[in-house]
């Protein structure tokens, strides 16, 4: 009997607590108790500090939660054996069981190992004459009720603590948000003064400055347009890193195609052929997308500047069975020593001597394609172009370096 309520009662439950609500309700069904309370104690140390888990019926609840109570709870907590209260007015929680019409009920203490962590109480049993039946199935089950209640308890717990970090996180994410869009806007005042003075004085006054002094004005309003890149940088990436995000399944072409012709507009002088390669459908953030294939493929289109024949291309490839994503150049290339530098906020392939400025793309890059819990990495050599590669999830993403690990550690 036994065996069969305890696998009845995991057959429904969804999780710790849920199973101690069915194992009450098969308890009380199957005795025949007008009520049933699992307390669980929180310290061995102090009698008060208890807690009311489960009670059944839930209307009972309150009373079984007022101050009233406690009573019951302290004197169950003496109880190193099943324990019978008889509606004898030998003690206060007895007088009290009474007063509600309980005149015999059971305390079962529960333990785990040498130390009791609660107790079941049955209140308002039917009579006594099978009193010894229930009381070996209460012992028999009392073992699997206290790891029940104390998993329930710890499994609370964490659902607390998990919540509580969660809007610990979100308060956070909110002020730091207001931090850097506070910088961004602090920072953006004296750059364009610094822009709009500098460009006044070369046109104003061109005519009194030597070439020297032209030439400096000039790097001072380039500096400060890099400066401005940056705050744009930091802007994107905190947007990223701090949005709510929300997938859904769409065609990373469709995201990619008015980027290019953006790009082809801005520069009509250049002629770069792009191409879509594979099924690019995706599960995706519409907004973190078209965020990673902004960068990717203006980075593709500047670092190809120089090629007689550029290509660009989109792509999925399917590696060890995991889907990678990738944005393929034919452009200036970079040491593979670098590979992990271009992700570094302010790093990029200007920090190891290409001609185009640092920037903040590929560290958003890769914080957006974590956002959706995979990865993103780099392969390219000198003069021959570069490879940006991510995935979507951890499992992909682990396929997806499979050989290559292995191939490192080989």
């Not at 980075?299 to 393929?328: D, K, M, Q």
């Amino acid at each position: 009997m036994t065996l069969e309520i305890l696998s009845d009662v995991l057959s429904r439950a969804d999780d710790p607590h849920d199973a101690g609500v069915h194992l009450v309700a098969e308890m009380r069904e199957l005795i025949g108790a007008r009520c049933i309370i699992l307390v669980e104690y929180r310290s061995p140390l102090s009698r008060e500090d208890h807690r009311v888990v489960h009670v059944n019926p839930r209307r009972l609840r309150p009373w079984a939660t007022s101050p009233d109570a406690a009573a019951l709870y302290a004197d169950a907590r003496h109880a190193t054996a099943t324990r019978l209260w008889r509606a004898t007015g030998s003690s206060l929680a007895e007088e009290m069981l009474a007063a509600r019409g309980f005149t015999v009920s059971l305390v079962v203490p529960l333990t785990v190992g040498s130390t009791a962590v609660g107790a079941m109480l049955l209140l308002g049993l039917p009579d006594e004459r099978h009193l010894a039946d229930a009381t070996t199935l209460l012992e028999s089950l009392a073992p699997t009720l206290a790891l029940v209640s104390r998993s329930a308890y710890q499994y609370a717990e964490k659902e607390q603590l998990a919540d509580e970090r969660a809007r610990s996180l979100a308060v956070v994410s909110r002020e730091l948000e207001a931090i850097v869009y506070a910088i961004a806007h602090d920072l953006r005042q004296p750059l364009r003064a610094l822009d709009s003075f500098s460009y006044a004085l070369l046109h104003d006054y061109a005519g009194q400055l030597d070439e020297e002094a032209r030439d400096a004005l000039r790097r001072i309003r380039v500096s400060a347009g890099r400066m401005d890149q940056l705050t744009d940088g930091l802007v994107s990436l905190a947007r990223v890193s701090l949005r709510e995000i929300a997938p859904v399944d769409m065609d990373l072409a469709a995201v990619a195609t008015p980027i290019i012709d953006g790009l082809r507009l801005a520069h009509p002088e250049r002629y770069v052929a792009f191409r879509f390669e594979g099924d690019l459908q995706a599960r995706v953030d519409p907004g973190l997308a078209e965020i990673v294939l902004r960068h990717l493929l203006d980075n593709a289109w500047r670092y190809t500047l120089g090629t007689a024949h550029p290509e660009i291309a989109l792509a999925c490839n399917v590696v060890n069975g995991a889907r990678v994503f990738s944005v393929r150049d034919n452009g200036i290339g970079f040491d593979p020593d670098d590979a992990e530098a271009l992700f570094a906020p302010f790093r990029g392939l200007f920090a190891i001597g290409a001609p185009v400025g640092p920037s903040l793309g590929l560290a958003t890059v890769r914080r957006a394609v974590a956002r959706h819990g995979g990865d993103c990495w780099a392969e390219g050599s000198p003069g021959l172009g570069a490879t940006v590669s991510w995935t979507l999830s951890h499992d992909d993403t682990l396929r997806a370096r499979r050989d290559a690990d292995s191939g490192l550690s080989g």
